[in-house]
């Protein structure tokens, strides 16, 4: 049957992240022994006190529809939170809950974006963010960041991409797929360089808790009360506190119109984020074990960002950075790849030879690298890089 389909969706792909994380499950359903390194979420369970939180929300019948814009304690929660975390003081009325970080990425490029707008993605980047800037009309525009500056995003990098037509700019830090962490220096300059422009920023934070070697993350709206004006700061429970499939995310808006406009967005779509779910989010906020939880978490990944490096080193003709947050690593692949027709190719050789599945560089614009998350146990960590590296040394 011939598909009716809109102009809009005629190009969109899916989550080549999400693609590739089902793909390492399906085949591990069949019985094939795969290491999937391909997901983005954390391997630990979400907290008990969480759910406790969210069961008992539901036994008290906290199961009916909530404010479109998150229930008020979340929202003042959320607040505190931006004060005391990120040193940003937003009013409620000016944050707005929904359906994962992604969710409130789609209503800001619905919100802000017309035909032809450009919007700067600092690259490699992650891979919704173009997707939904075309869904909307908009144009993203790639700004290569240098693997030799660990990737991290300078405004000399962006000037070039810049003209009347640039309304927006992406900021990712800590970086998904880099890990690069924007340092304050960068950061100032970079938000006062859109100021000037008549930029405004979309800062997406989530992995804001995951920064390592004593790196702080810095957010981009805490600089000063004018960046604050044309930022909007996006994050999520997802990986914070490993809620990926709760699906909460929440934004703090410049002021309490555009908080209205996307509040008003998710009544005419979702209408609201799972009520009882977003009481499991308050306790994530509000339980004094939570911190505690969290920073267990970023001890692991710190450690096992070590281990997985040090494996890779072991593999030859390989380059990597050592990334300062998240938990991903992006080694250089080039000697490799250039074996195969592209990057994907190179990584479907290895879940098909290796049995390990990561993700090519290509679907973060950058061709002939791969994204490995070391979101894994220590074993599958040696014994998947020792496959990857057994896989290349028969190639050799
Ligand atoms: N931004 C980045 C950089 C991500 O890696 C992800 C994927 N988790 C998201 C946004 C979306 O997060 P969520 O699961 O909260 O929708
Ligand atoms: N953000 C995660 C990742 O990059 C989850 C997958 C997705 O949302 O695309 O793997």
């Known amino acids: 049957m011939e598909l009716k389909l809109s102009q809009r969706v005629l190009s969109l792909k899916p989550s080549p992240t ?3 994380s089902a793909k390492a499950k399906e085949l591990r359903a069949k019985g094939v022994d795969v290491i999937g ?4 979420e954390p391997d630990f369970d979400t907290p008990e006190f969480i759910k406790e939180a969210a069961i ?40 707005v809950v929904s359906t994962g970080a992604k969710n409130i990425l789609f209503l800001l490029f619905l919100m802000l974006l017309n035909e032809g707008d450009e919007v700067l993605v600092p690259a490699p980047y992650w891979v919704s963010y173009t997707e939904q800037i075309k869904l909307f009309g908009g144009v993203p525009i ?35 797929p880099t890990g690069a962490v924007i340092d304050e ?26 920064t390592y ?17 044309i930022t909007f700061t996006v994050n999520a429970f997802s990986k914070t506190y490993s809620m990926t499939g709760w699906r909460v995310g929440y934004v703090g808006c410049p002021n309490e119109e555009y908080a209205k406009v996307l509040t008003n967005l998710n009544s005419q779509s979702i209408s609201n984020v799972t009520t009882f779910a977003q009481y499991g989010a308050l306790e994530a906020l509000r339980n004094p074990e939570a911190p505690k939880f ?22 030859p003709d390989v380059k990597v950075n050592t990334p300062k947050g998240a938990f991903y690593v992006f080694p250089n692949f080039r000697n490799w790849v250039a074996k195969f027709d592209n990057d994907l190719e190179f990584t479907k050789y290895l879940l098909e030879e290796a049995k390990v599945a990561i993700v090519p560089g290509s679907a973060f614009g950058y061709e002939g690298f791969a994204r490995i998350s070391y979101c894994n146990s220590d074993e599958e960590i040696i014994e998947g890089m020792d496959r ?6 028969n190639l050799a």
Not at 149 to 172: A, M, Q
Not at 297 to 312: A, G, H, N, Q, Y
């Open 18 to 20: 999400l693609a590739i």
């Open 37 to 40: 390194f391909g997901a983005g």
């Open 56 to 95: 008992k929300a539901l036994r008290e019948g906290k199961t009916k529809y909530a404010p479109a814009g998150g229930i008020p304690e979340l929202r003042e929660a959320l607040a505190e939170k931006f004060e005391k975390v990120n040193g940003v003081s937003y009013k409620p009325s000016e944050i």
């Open 142 to 176: 790639e700004v290569p960041t240098e693997e030799e500056k660990g990737f991290v995003l300078t405004v000399d990098d962006i000037k070039p991409f810049v003209n009347e037509r640039t309304k927006i700019l992406i900021l990712n830090s800590p970086n998904n």
């Open 185 to 210: 220096k960068n950061l100032k300059e970079i938000a006062q360089f859109c100021l000037e422009r008549n930029i405004l920023i979309i800062s997406d934070e989530c992995y804001e808790t995951f």
């Open 213 to 229: 070697d004593g790196e702080k993350h810095i957010s981009t709206a805490s600089l000063d009360e004018e960046i604050k004006r």
């Open 294 to 315: 969290v920073e267990k978490m970023r001890l692991t990944f710190e450690r096992r960002r070590d281990l997985i490096l040090s494996k890779i080193r072991e593999i």
């Open 388 to 393: 990857i590296k057994r896989a290349l040394e």
